[in-house]
């Protein structure tokens, strides 16, 4: 017998009379998640038969510059961390992890 079992995750936008989103919101109620405030996300699809990534980047129109420079750098580090524990090269995950404590220190995140 198949297993059934299913999750999802949801994804709100309101948008402005122009459409540009004022606010985003998500719950993931599997994951402890029921309704959560967010000023952006990035979600990204694998679609195997094309071999392409799809891509959505929404941000807020009040989120400020430094917040979407913190947002990236931490978006790097959890990609890091994730490609270290999928594919387990730890030459390219060390790579990686150089390049976000470049980012950092360029865009002057760590004091």
């Not at 989103?21 to 998640?33: F, I």
């Amino acid at each position: 017998m198949a297993n059934n079992n299913t999750s999802e995750i949801k994804i709100n936008i309101e948008l402005d009379e122009n459409r540009i989103p004022e606010k985003l919101s998500w719950a993931a109620v599997e994951g402890g998640v029921e309704l959560e405030q967010a000023k952006a996300f990035i979600l990204s699809v694998w679609n195997s038969d094309e071999k392409t990534t799809k891509c959505i980047e929404l941000w807020t129109k009040d989120m400020s510059v430094d917040e979407m420079k913190i947002f990236f750098h931490q978006t790097l580090l959890s990609m890091t961390e994730t490609f270290q524990k999928a594919t387990g090269d730890e030459k390219m995950s060390a790579t990686m992890q150089d390049f976000c404590d470049y980012f950092a220190e360029k865009l002057e995140l760590r004091k």
